[in-house]
T-cell receptor
C-alpha cells in the first residue's frame, strides 16, 4: 500500500460513454500525475499538477480531461475514447519539483474501451 | 531529447543468484534516478534512488550504481528470490516534475 488510491481498479466502457477515474493521496504531496501504461512501452506522462495547477500536458487528446480540485485529489474524465486508449492508467504523487524525492504510484485503473 | 532505456528486455536468474539490471540514459543534466519494481496487476513500487552526487547506494539486498561518465545506471539484487520476479523500471529526473521512464526489464526467478 503506497498511500495513493485509485478507483475503479477495472473499467470497461463503450466509445460513446463518459466515465471518470479518481485518484486520492493523503501523503502531504503537492504534485500529482497521470501516466498511461501500454504493453511494451515506457510509462507515458499525460498530465502534471503542482499545487492544483496544471503544469504539464504532454499533447494528450482532448478526450482526456484532468481535474485537480485540491492537492489530495485528481480526476481523469474520459469521453468518446477509442479502442487504442485501452491501457493501465496510473496516478502518482510526489513532493514539489524542488525536492528530489520519488513518486508514489497507485495500483492503476485497467481501462478497456470496446 | 530524453531517452531512458534498458539493455535487456528480459532476464532469467536462478534463485539465490545475484541479478543485475542495466539502464542507459541520455540527458547529462539528469540529477536524480529511481528504480521501481512492478508486479503483475500492481502499480510501480519504489525500490531505491540515487542522486547524481553519488556513485553507489545500498539498500536491503539491493544496490544501485551510477556511472555518470557513460550515463549508465544499474540495479543489483543480491540472493534473488521468487518474490523478486517483476518488471523493473529505471526513471530519471532533471529538474522540473517530469520523471522519464525506461521500457522495463522483466525479471524471472527460476526456483
Amino acid at each position: 500500500e503506497t498511500g495513493v488510491t485509485q478507483t475503479p481498479r477495472h473499467l470497461v466502457m463503450g466509445m460513446t460513454n463518459k466515465k471518470s477515474l479518481k485518484c486520492e493521496q493523503h501523503l502531504g504531496h503537492n504534485a500529482m500525475y497521470w501516466y498511461k501504461q501500454s504493453a511494451k512501452k515506457p510509462l507515458e506522462l499525460m498530465f502534471v499538477y503542482n499545487f492544483k495547477e496544471q503544469t504539464e500536458n504532454n499533447s494528450v487528446p482532448s478526450r482526456f480531461s484532468p481535474e485537480c480540485p485540491n492537492s489530495s485529489h485528481l480526476f481523469l474524465h474520459l469521453h468518446t475514447l477509442q479502442p487504442e486508449d485501452s491501457a493501465l492508467y496510473l496516478c502518482a504523487s510526489s513532493f514539489h519539483r524542488d525536492r528530489n524525492t520519488e513518486a508514489f504510484f497507485g495500483q492503476g485503473t485497467r481501462l478497456t474501451v470496446v | 531529447g530524453e531517452s531512458v532505456g534498458l539493455h535487456l528486455p528480459t532476464l532469467s536468474v536462478q534463485e539465490g543468484d545475484n541479478s543485475i539490471i542495466n539502464c542507459a540514459y541520455s540527458n547529462s543534466a539528469s540529477d536524480y534516478f529511481i528504480w521501481y519494481k512492478q508486479e503483475s496487476g500492481k502499480g510501480p513500487q519504489f525500490i531505491i534512488d540515487i542522486r547524481s552526487n553519488m556513485d553507489k547506494r545500498q539498500g536491503q539486498r539491493v544496490t544501485v550504481l551510477l556511472n555518470k561518465t557513460v550515463k549508465h545506471l544499474s540495479l543489483q539484487i543480491a540472493a534473488t528470490q521468487p518474490g523478486d520476479s517483476a518488471v523493473y523500471f529505471c526513471a530519471e529526473k532533471s529538474g522540473g516534475n517530469q520523471f522519464y521512464f525506461g521500457t522495463g526489464t522483466s525479471l524471472t526467478v527460476i526456483p
